[in-house]
């Protein structure tokens, strides 16, 4: 089973000019809103038109505009679900659930909705309007409707935005339990990096409607291919970047001198790393190593509940030099058990930049 | 004093019923079809559709005069055809239907216009064709909206005055209906008649707006 994408759309802001192959491994599709991602999924689905390309599900053509083929979207056997699940309001959840179903006798048809809504945990509800639905419930529901086609492919279009936060964890392991079950290619459009990582097995990260990375999510998030998907996966620190052996680097932006693990194969442009990769020494010398130390003064920082996130200045105190004093190099994120613990030591602390957990940019 | 001749209402009505079934199919189908197009063609036939609201009833009736007529190009066709359509019944249902057709098509092009199209887009996802969605979701979502613009033509084809005298004529039994029974009553000097037909016009406009007003402020919910 596999899909394969190749299409080319002028769209106002830039030209969305993506290709991909998914299998039956599920995609996360992850990118910043307007990158392009929802009319990605659209054409896929039929409902809008690239310019030039070519969509095959199985080798089933879908769309080959060299050929003038374009298959209508009823035709498809594309499952879809809308980012605000489009039930029909006027239709129950059993006739929402069954509208892809109107070929099969009646019967047959209650068996497949009744069969759905067990498999989606929606039973008991089928005689309810969509209003009448908590947001959770509306979205397994509009996902049975779009699994009872028995569609050859999945598309979810940012499944999880239109819920309350509380409800998010519980959906989304149904989601991971659809998508375990379903072993047919499966497209997720995200905005959320952890979203995105969550439920993709692979990751295809768009931007601007071109293909920034894509493969193994794993790989992307630990060495991103350029600074573009460093920062679209999150990652908050970067310096410019000079050579200095194989294994040294010049952190330009940061000032100093740093180790890392990876092998410099092409000239590094910058060197990064994520905020809650960076480690406080909390005593210095302990463990011997005082490699990739680096002392630094705390500009600001934010909390959230069970984090915080600091915001610093590396070698020298936030307003020496000339500088702006809200100047900041870094930004760290630890939980708030360890910064109870080093946040009355006198300034300035100490990080480490693991080399493991450093990576470099190429131009 | 002579018997009350009848005719006049029934003929109002079953031309008003008659040209409404007619528009609300023609209103449905033109607002489906302009639905999906934009560009300068659907904003000129958007102008076609709208001009028997801005035309004197006059005017329209005499256009459909130079179309049916014996030597205008449908009339030739139908005369052909052993049919004339001028001065008989089917003339006061043209005129009407005519009359009020944009105010169906206007109302029903807003009511389709105000569903959200990912209804239709969700529907076609799942396999249903044009037809189907159209009558299983865009219809029943725009339904208000459309009874409303249904009951404004159905209110519309009952005044109906002029169009209908320029085509039809003024033949009682056949072809007066309530309007042209008043015009001749007041010609006549029958003020009494006129006076009395006119109630019953009013009557008839009233208990449609006040139905149409309680539709609209009772009719449930449903999103």
């Not at chain 1, 060495?223 to 000079?242: D, I, M, Q, W």
């Not at chain 2, 009505?13 to 934009?38: F, P, Q």
Request: charged share 20%; glycine share 8%; with cysteine.
């Amino acid at each position: 089973m596999a899909l394969e994408v190749q299409v080319a759309k002028k769209l106002p802001e830039f030209t969305l000019d993506v290709s991909f192959t998914a299998g039956e491994a599920p995609l996360g599709i992850l990118g910043p809103s307007g990158a392009g991602k929802t009319m990605l999924l659209r054409c896929i689905a039929g409902l809008e038109r690239p310019d030039r390309g070519r969509i095959a599900l199985d080798g089933r053509v879908l769309l080959d505009t060299e050929r003038r083929i374009h298959v209508p979207a009823r035709d498809r056997r594309v499952g879809m679900l809308f980012q605000n699940y489009a039930l029909f309001p006027h239709r129950t959840v059993a006739e929402n659930v069954g509208f892809g179903l109107r070929h099969l006798p009646r019967q047959e048809r209650a068996d497949r909705v009744e069969a759905l809504s067990a498999r989606t945990h929606i039973s008991g509800l089928e005689g309810r309007y969509p209003r009448e639905l908590s947001g959770g419930e509306q979205q397994r529901a509009a996902l049975a409707r779009a699994l009872a086609i028995e569609p050859e492919a999945l598309l979810l279009d940012e499944p999880l935005s239109a819920l309350d936060t509380h409800l998010r964890s519980q959906v989304e392991a149904q989601l991971q339990e659809t998508f375990a079950a379903y072993r047919k290619p499966a497209l997720l459009v995200t905005h959320n990096i952890e979203e995105a990582y969550r439920l993709g097995e692979r990751l295809l990260v768009l931007s601007r409607g071109h293909v920034a990375a894509s493969g193994a999510k794993e790989e992307i998030f630990r060495h991103p291919p350029s600074l573009e998907v460093a920062r679209l996966t999150g990652c908050k620190n970067f310096s410019r970047a000079r050579a200095i052996s194989e294994t040294m680097v010049e952190a330009l932006d940061w000032g100093c001198r740093l180790r890392v693990a990876q092998a410099l194969t092409k000239p590094a442009a910058h060197i990064g790393i994520r905020a809650h990769h960076i480690d406080f020494i909390e005593s210095r010398g302990a463990g011997g190593a005082d490699e990739n130390v680096i002392p630094c003064w705390l500009v600001r920082s934010s909390e959230t509940p069970f984090r915080i996130t600091l915001y610093l200045r590396l070698n020298r105190p936030p307003g020496e030099s000339g500088e702006q004093p809200s100047h900041v190099d870094l930004q760290a994120e630890v939980f708030k058990e360890k910064w109870e613990r080093f946040r009355e030591h006198p300034l300035p602390w100490h990080v480490r930049l693991s080399p493991d957990a450093l990576f470099l940019l190429p131009e | 004093m002579a018997p009350i001749d009848w005719s006049p209402l029934w003929i109002s009505l079953e031309t008003s019923v008659t040209a409404t079934l007619v528009t609300l199919v023609a209103g449905l189908a033109a607002a489906a079809w302009r639905e999906r197009r934009t560009g300068p063609a659907a904003a000129l036939v958007d102008g076609i559709f709208l001009l028997p609201l801005v035309l004197p009833p006059t005017v329209v009736g005499f256009l459909l005069l130079l179309l049916f007529g014996r030597h205008g190009p449908l009339g030739k066709l139908l005369l052909r055809l052993g049919a004339t359509v001028v001065f008989s019944w089917p003339a006061t249902v043209i005129a009407a239907a005519v009359v009020s057709f944009p105010l169906m098509y206007l109302t029903a092009r807003a009511a389709l216009e105000q569903v959200d199209s990912r209804f239709f887009e969700a529907a076609r996802t799942l396999g249903a064709s044009e037809w189907r969605v159209f009558s299983a979701i865009a219809l029943p979502l725009a339904w208000p909206g459309v009874l409303a613009g249904t009951i404004l033509s159905f209110a519309r084809a009952l005044g109906e005055f002029g169009a209908t005298l320029m085509l039809a004529g003024n033949i009682p039994g056949k072809t007066a209906t309530i309007p042209i029974a008043i015009y001749f009553a007041v010609e006549a000097d029958d003020v009494q008649r006129a006076v009395a037909w006119c109630l019953i016009d009013v009557v008839i406009s009233l208990a449609l707006l006040a139905g149409l007003y309680y539709w609209t402020r009772t009719r449930w919910v449903r999103r």
